[in-house]
């Protein structure tokens, strides 16, 4: 079985989810086999000797051309087989997201259980993130056959965060789909020293995605079925249910998905330059996901430049 590292990131108006409307919080992951750790780090060490910081932000790489040039070509390098991951929730959007939950469990006619966050109240929100973003990676994983060992940037949380993603990465491996996948996928905690380099890069990759949605998430929420889909599927079913299917289509867009000349500082973001890492469905659709401003979780699904489609979890 292949094996990948994802290293994470994450950035925002604070390190973890906020339940506020004026903030934002996103997580970016580099993946990549261990072999390609020397070269990834090669890039990061080019940036750093570019900025003259070893600890160069995403503000920094932003704002210089040779900068961002380096960092967009080294995620298309073709003799790395590098993947990107991101996660994307505005401000309240966790918070608006139990609510929402909540009251279409009693349109479905369901009980509404909020299990115990393994890091109390307080934890509650960066848990839900938690929940959504570890069952992206392990359903990843789990479909393409390939095991991957998860590393974050230091945080005095991890452990809380590791009891999290290893509890909800069970209950995924539980399921005759995903049978097995906690075998598959291991949060490892802190990243080591040796790939402090990558996870500068993976903070750049989650600062890009975060501005990504601060200029053009109203034109995803827009088109954002604000009923919730109450009454399309039942997102009570099991995975392992026949009749369970993914999310709804609920938009197809057929313009640039960001600024175009991503290298050019006019650029806003960089993420049309990259796009086509981010890891793929089996429609081939490279994928981002989110959270809305009203509780909404989606996937971008990206089939060019200029041709992507919004998809929509029912509520």
Avoid at 38 to 59: C, G, M, N, P
Avoid at 152 to 158: A, P, V
Avoid at 267 to 279: D, E, H, I, P
Wanted: hydrophobic content about 35%; overall charge neutral; glycine content about 8%.
């Amino acid at each position: 079985m292949r094996k990948y590292i994802a290293i994470f990131d994450e950035t925002g108006t604070n390190n973890r989810p906020q339940s506020s409307e004026d903030s934002g919080f996103g997580v970016g992951a580099i993946i990549f086999p261990r072999e390609q750790a020397q070269a990834l780090s090669a890039t990061s060490r080019k940036i750093s000797a570019t900025l003259k910081s070893e600890d160069f932000k995403y503000k920094d790489v932003i704002k210089n051309i040779s900068a961002r040039e380096t960092f967009i070509s080294a995620l298309n390098d073709p003799r790395l087989s590098v993947q990107v991951f991101a996660f994307y929730s505005h401000g309240a959007c966790m918070v608006h997201e139990r609510q929402r939950t909540k009251e279409a469990a009693s349109l479905y006619r369901r009980t509404f259980e909020q299990s115990p966050s393994p890091g109390g109240e307080d934890f509650y929100i960066f848990d839900s993130f938690i929940c959504y973003m570890a069952g992206c990676i392990a359903a990843h994983a789990g479909t393409n056959g390939y095991a991957v060992d998860v590393y974050w940037d230091r945080r005095t949380d991890l452990d809380k965060m590791k009891t999290s993603f290893d509890e909800h990465v069970r209950k995924q491996s539980a399921t005759e789909r995903y049978e097995g996948v906690a075998e598959q996928v291991t949060f490892c905690g802190r990243a080591p020293k040796d790939f402090s380099p990558i996870v500068r890069l993976s903070g750049v990759l989650a600062g890009d995605v975060w501005k990504y949605f601060y200029h053009y998430g109203h034109k995803i929420w827009s088109k954002l079925d604000t009923s919730g889909l109450i009454g399309n599927l039942d997102p009570y079913l099991s995975v392992d249910d026949p009749s369970a299917e993914g999310p709804v289509c609920v938009a197809t867009i057929r313009e640039r998905l960001a600024d175009q000349n991503p290298g050019s500082l006019a650029a806003r973001v960089m993420l049309q330059g990259y796009y086509k890492r981010f890891l793929k469905n089996e429609k081939h659709e490279a994928l981002i996901s989110f959270g809305s401003p009203n509780g909404q979780l989606g996937i971008i699904g990206i089939c060019n430049g200029t041709h992507w489609k919004i998809y929509q979890l029912p509520d």
